[in-house]
């Protein structure tokens, strides 16, 4: 018999849950116990770590926060933003128990809906909402094999950039804040609000000494030009974030890609992924497809939906506002902002 459980804080069943993730082969870097911390943290949103126990063993797990949202209305999100997350068990009784629970949970909390996102499948009563594609490179016995994969022009850029570019691992928080200033801007450009310094500030607090977090910065001409933040389990280093100053033509940015598949490959990892891109995102599907990768979906589920918002085809307007907005403004507001978007 299974039964569905809450973890508290307690370090005993935080152990117990990560020594879960690090033996279930489909665990994403979104599944370990730090984000528990990490979005309650920098957020608020409420965690609700669902255990299913036998035995006293552990069987499955899900992750689960609580947004209040002016935007969205309250939700169980597994997890907020565009994190990965949806249970894993031993098998898909296990998974649909926890599923189960998480939907009773929602309506206890009077949520409007429970959000998931996964590579997996899952069955009735979470209905799909669509499906992103996500983009992982296989890496090679060396950097130059790996290339080979390539489109000529991405091999070019990619060769240019590192000629071109000094390379340094943020190892300071002047660094961290030089990277911050690069997001706003390139988060502006496209007409998103960015995440909050915070959130940048914790993954390299926690994560960065054993270098599960990179953040790694582009130089050209005694300048910042392109950073890129990069997640690192099992065998693939995920690209999760990047930032870019379009003033500089050194081709900074490929720079930085072509330093996280050497690390990568010099460290023992198989992939190098270059994350999830929404089916309407002509530009960047077309980039990354350049990689040889192997194409994978995302899948984005929900429930019980009311007045879900899709910012892909919904306000134009306001994203060319924010556009405009000075980039002082946008610090200040963006962490309120990215919060009610979860």
């Known amino acids: 018999m ?15 849950w990560q020594k879960y993730v690090d033996q279930n082969p489909q665990a994403t870097f979104f599944h370990l116990i730090e984000w528990q911390e990490i979005l309650k943290k920098v957020y608020g949103y409420e965690p609700f770590y669902l255990t299913a126990v036998q035995a006293n063993q552990i069987k499955g797990i899900l992750p689960l926060f609580q947004i209040k949202s002016l935007i969205r209305g309250k939700n169980l999100a597994s997890l907020p933003f565009h994190f990965l ?153 995920l690209y999760m974030w990047g930032a870019l100053d379009r003033t500089a033509k050194s081709k900074g940015f490929q720079a930085l890609q072509g330093e996280a598949m050497k690390w990568a490959i010099k460290n023992g990892y198989q992939f190098y992924d270059l994350g999830w891109t929404h089916p309407q995102e002509a530009g960047a599907l077309h980039y990354k497809k350049h990689f040889g990768a192997q194409e994978r979906p995302v899948h984005f589920y929900s429930l019980a939906v009311k007045n879900r918002l899709d910012y892909h085809r919904s306000f134009p307007l306001a994203k060319a506002i924010w556009r405009k907005l000075p980039l002082p403004l946008i610090k200040i507001v963006s962490p309120w902002l990215a919060k009610q978007a979860g």
């Open 2 to 16: 299974v039964s569905i459980q809450i973890i508290s804080s307690s370090r005993e069943e935080k152990e117990m």
């Open 85 to 237: 997350g949806g249970p894993l068990g031993d098998s898909l009784e296990i998974e649909q128990s926890l599923i189960d629970y998480s939907i009773n949970l929602a309506k206890k909390l009077g949520c409007q809906d429970v959000r998931m996102k996964s590579y997996h499948s899952y069955p009735q009563p979470l209905q799909l909402n669509q499906s992103y594609l996500s983009f992982k490179v296989p890496l090679k016995a060396n950097f130059e094999e790996t290339l080979r994969q390539f489109a000529e022009t991405t091999r070019r850029n990619i060769r240019s950039g590192l000629r071109n570019n000094r390379i340094n691992l943020v190892e300071n928080l002047d660094q961290l804040k030089s990277f911050y200033g690069l997001f706003v801007k390139s988060t502006r450009r496209i007409g998103i609000p960015p995440h909050s310094f915070g959130l940048f500030k914790e993954l390299w607090e926690k994560f960065g000494p054993e270098q599960r977090v990179r953040i790694t910065l582009a130089v050209y001409k005694d300048s910042y030009v392109a950073g890129h933040v990069a997640l690192n389990f099992k065998e693939s280093v």
